[in-house]
């Protein structure tokens, strides 16, 4: 299947380069109609990750398993796994995984021996 990833180091200006590697490969394919919400969900993980993980590298990948329908996966090599939370209405954080849930038509953790990746599917309108 079609798909372009890259690996970066885990520091904030990361979260930049997914969001252009995302919008990048949604333009090559013609679904510019998806980009906001991927541009936010791929930002949502990538500052996850940066945030939390603790390693030093991140991978981010995107791929066209069907024509209407991009799967985005973040990785790194922490064990730690996300978990929605609700935070109280005066937190400045913690919203991150609510964003990826409202906007992704399905999202999923997968734990592997050396980390863990973080995938999430979205599908393109019908006019898009």
């Known amino acids: 299947m079609p798909g372009y990833s890259a690996t970066w180091r885990c520091e904030p200006r990361t979260v930049g380069r997914a969001r252009d590697l995302v919008r990048a490969a949604l333009h090559t394919w013609g679904l510019d109609g998806l980009t906001d919400r991927a541009a936010l969900v791929v930002s949502e993980l990538v500052t996850n990750s940066v945030q939390h993980s603790g ?4 991978r981010v990948s995107i791929t066209l398993p069907e024509r ?3 799967r985005i996966s973040v990785s790194d ?3 730690g796994l996300p978990a929605l939370q ?12 609510l964003l990826v849930d409202a906007l992704a038509d399905r999202w999923e953790t997968e ?4 980390g863990k ?8 309108a019908p006019d898009s």
């Open 55 to 58: 390693r030093r590298m991140v």
């Open 111 to 114: 734990e592997r021996n050396w």
């Open 86 to 97: 609700a935070p109280d209405g005066q937190a400045e954080s913690g919203r991150g995984l």
């Open 68 to 70: 209407d329908q991009v």
């Open 117 to 124: 990746v973080i995938r999430a599917e979205l599908h393109a």
């Open 77 to 79: 090599k922490s064990s």
